[in-house]
């Protein structure tokens, strides 16, 4: 094995082009895991706690650009106002260890369907930014990127260099199933936004899938739903039959197994609790902010 | 490979490291720091956390060669480090050497245990509060509680658990353990 040590994004680039099998490693807290019990072996491991750039973050007008390797508890501590959802997810990843060295980039490479911030980038809507040496940067929309279990959209050369995610305009809730609070790889998890400005809600699923998914069914209805009620101007409670209507479809966007953390039929009613509960919290909070502006007009 | 990283305020050189390798293989290992315990090696139980430039992290998780050029804390340095905390560099030296952090120990036994040597609060605090059962899981548990008190003097209880949600015990003396972190606590803002 070598240990490849780049001091800058340039040499982390050059060095994937030269080695594309080898592994990034950042917070290691998935890697080190799998060589510990050698499960894997990679010829290279391509260090990139070196590469300063990734420990960023910048807010933008529309986006904050997420470096890969910002750490979750960079995250909760910083971003809550403008990613609400993501930060929500942030904490609920392991132990406040695991949340100091882990970051996005990470969770993106691995791509394994329980990660805990995939239904949250899913719903806020997100792009990552991936570069190589020879290609330079694209940017491949969040809805693209996740292609099989445990895999991505990413070339053998390419790296992950950040996550663009959209601001929140409307509140954001992030639900996880576990057999505990802390050091819990999801059962199954709900992320959902509401997107006041154009009207629209979106929602991930994590672990009830082969991938990370969208309901995009359930967010189709949703969204004629409340268009038809009014719902977005009157600010009316929502409707039971809309919500149990909204859960059912969340529930068979699912397509889930069973395994030792859960049955296929466990995630599946899980996942539609979740969808109810947090389409009833960011609702409500989405009233609460509405009657308060119109308080103050 | 060869990994040069400072270890309890001390420069030290870990030789024929293989690149898999973990820090906490290396200190244990290579080093002959055992404090930092080996349980799971796949971050699930805190015994190995250690201070990787001042942040607690599992150093079952952080490749060695991730320890390049970084400092790392153990909980056999943990009595010096918070004794420089409290009075800079006032207190001389700074650091515990490889031979001195070797053959530390809490001296005595039973009740004993601990006088005459010197400890950290923390270390005190578990012991006065019987924190401390079969001791596996306590050196992750010290770590990350002093890291704790550091940034926040008056932590709830919520604060506490949360800050030691990653650390396991496998004897389940969770209750001491809270009045331990507690106890120094009050001690600290005391100033005692
Ligand atoms: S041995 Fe590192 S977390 Fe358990
Ligand atoms: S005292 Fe035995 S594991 Fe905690």
Same mark, same amino acid.
Request: hydrophobic share 40%; proline share 5%; net charge negative.
């Given at each position: 094995?070598?240990?490849?040590?780049?001091?800058?994004?340039?040499?982390?680039?050059?060095?994937?082009?030269?080695? @594309?099998?080898?592994?990034?490693?950042?917070?290691?807290?998935?890697?080190?895991?799998?060589?510990?019990?050698?499960?894997?072996?990679?010829?290279?491991?391509?260090?990139?706690?070196?590469?300063? &750039?990734?420990?960023?973050?910048?807010? =933008?007008?529309?986006?904050?650009?997420?470096?890969?390797?910002?750490?979750?508890?960079?995250?909760?501590?910083?971003?809550?106002?403008?990613?609400?959802?993501?930060?929500?997810?942030?904490?609920?990843?392991?132990?406040?260890?695991?949340?100091?060295?882990? =970051?996005?980039?990470?969770?993106?490479?691995?791509?394994? @369907?329980?990660?805990?911030?995939?239904?949250?980038?899913?719903?806020?809507?997100?792009?990552?930014?991936?570069?190589?040496?020879?290609?330079?940067?694209?940017?491949? @929309?969040? &809805?693209?990127?996740?292609?099989?279990?445990?895999?991505?959209?990413?070339?053998?050369?390419?790296?992950?260099?950040?996550?663009?995610?959209?601001?929140? &305009?409307?509140?954001?809730?992030?639900?996880?199933?576990?057999?505990?609070?802390?050091?819990?790889?999801?059962?199954?998890?709900?992320?959902?936004?509401?997107?006041?400005?154009?009207?629209?809600?979106?929602?991930?699923? =994590?672990?009830?899938? @082969?991938?990370?998914?969208?309901?995009?069914?359930?967010?189709?209805?949703?969204?004629?739903?409340?268009?038809? =009620?009014?719902?977005?101007?009157?600010?009316?409670?929502?409707?039971?039959?809309?919500?149990?209507?909204?859960?059912?479809?969340?529930?068979?966007?699912?397509?889930?197994?069973?395994?030792?953390?859960?049955?296929?039929?466990?995630?599946?009613?899980?996942?539609?609790?979740?969808?109810?509960?947090?389409?009833?919290?960011?609702?409500?909070?989405?009233?609460?902010?509405?009657?308060?502006?119109?308080?103050?007009? | 490979?060869?990994?040069?990283?400072?270890?309890?305020?001390?420069?030290?050189?870990?030789?024929?490291?293989?690149?898999?390798?973990?820090?906490?293989?290396?200190?244990?290992?290579?080093?002959?720091?055992?404090?930092?315990?080996?349980?799971?090696?796949?971050?699930?139980?805190?015994?190995?956390?250690?201070?990787?430039?001042?942040?607690?992290?599992?150093?079952?998780?952080?490749?060695?060669?991730?320890?390049?050029?970084?400092? +790392?804390?153990?909980?056999?340095?943990?009595?010096?480090?918070?004794?420089?905390?409290?009075?800079?560099?006032?207190?001389?030296?700074?650091?515990?050497?490889?031979?001195?952090?070797?053959?530390?120990?809490?001296?005595?036994?039973?009740?004993?245990?601990?006088?005459?040597?010197?400890?950290?609060?923390?270390?005190?605090?578990?012991?006065?509060?019987?924190?401390?059962?079969?001791?596996?899981?306590?050196?992750?548990?010290? +770590?990350?509680?002093?890291?704790?008190?550091?940034?926040?003097?008056?932590?709830?209880?919520?604060?506490?658990?949360?800050?030691?949600?990653?650390?396991?015990?496998?004897?389940?003396?969770?209750?001491?353990?809270?009045?331990?972190?507690?106890?120094?606590?009050?001690?600290?803002?005391?100033?005692?």
């Amino acid at each position: 094995m070598d240990f490849l040590r780049p001091a800058s994004w340039e040499e982390a680039l050059a060095a994937k082009a030269e080695h @594309p099998t080898a592994v990034p490693i950042a917070g290691g807290t998935d890697v080190m895991v799998e060589i510990n019990f050698d499960h894997r072996r990679p010829e290279y491991l391509l260090d990139l706690n070196r590469v300063g &750039d990734l420990y960023e973050w910048e807010v =933008g007008e529309e986006t904050v650009r997420l470096g890969a390797s910002v750490p979750y508890t960079r995250i909760m501590e910083n971003l809550r106002a403008e990613l609400p959802g993501l930060a929500l997810a942030s904490h609920t990843v392991a132990s406040p260890q695991i949340r100091n060295r882990g =970051g996005v980039g990470g969770n993106l490479g691995t791509a394994s @369907p329980a990660g805990d911030a995939h239904p949250a980038l899913l719903a806020a809507g997100a792009e990552v930014e991936v570069e190589s040496a020879a290609r330079g940067t694209r940017l491949i @929309p969040i &809805d693209d990127f996740y292609t099989g279990v445990k895999r991505n959209a990413l070339q053998p050369d390419e790296l992950i260099r950040a996550v663009h995610v959209a601001k929140a &305009d409307g509140p954001q809730q992030y639900s996880k199933v576990g057999t505990r609070n802390a050091m819990v790889i999801a059962v199954c998890a709900f992320g959902l936004a509401l997107h006041p400005g154009t009207r629209t809600v979106r929602t991930g699923i =994590g672990s009830a899938a @082969p991938t990370p998914v969208r309901a995009r069914a359930a967010e189709e209805f949703l969204n004629a739903a409340l268009e038809e =009620g009014g719902f977005w101007d009157n600010g009316k409670i929502i409707t039971p039959s809309v919500a149990k209507q909204f859960a059912d479809l969340c529930s068979a966007a699912c397509n889930p197994i069973d395994d030792v953390r859960g049955t296929a039929s466990y995630r599946r009613h899980a996942v539609g609790v979740m969808a109810r509960r947090t389409l009833t919290w960011t609702w409500e909070s989405y009233r609460g902010t509405r009657r308060a502006s119109e308080g103050a007009a | 490979m060869r990994v040069n990283f400072t270890v309890n305020g001390r420069p030290q050189e870990a030789d024929d490291v293989w690149e898999g390798e973990s820090l906490l293989y290396v200190l244990r290992e290579r080093l002959g720091l055992p404090g930092s315990k080996n349980a799971c090696e796949q971050g699930e139980c805190g015994s190995c956390t250690v201070r990787l430039d001042g942040v607690p992290v599992c150093s079952c998780l952080v490749a060695a060669g991730q320890a390049e050029g970084r400092e +790392v804390v153990t909980v056999e340095g943990l009595a010096d480090f918070a004794k420089q905390r409290t009075c800079g560099d006032s207190c001389g030296t700074a650091g515990t050497s490889l031979d001195e952090a070797r053959q530390w120990a809490a001296k005595g036994t039973d009740s004993q245990t601990g006088e005459g040597t010197e400890l950290s609060p923390i270390q005190q605090a578990f012991i006065d509060a019987g924190a401390v059962q079969c001791g596996f899981c306590t050196p992750g548990l010290l +770590v990350a509680s002093d890291e704790l008190l550091e940034r926040n003097s008056n932590p709830s209880d919520a604060d506490i658990r949360e800050a030691l949600s990653g650390n396991l015990c496998r004897c389940t003396g969770y209750e001491k353990i809270m009045d331990a972190v507690r106890l120094a606590a009050a001690r600290q803002s005391e100033g005692v």
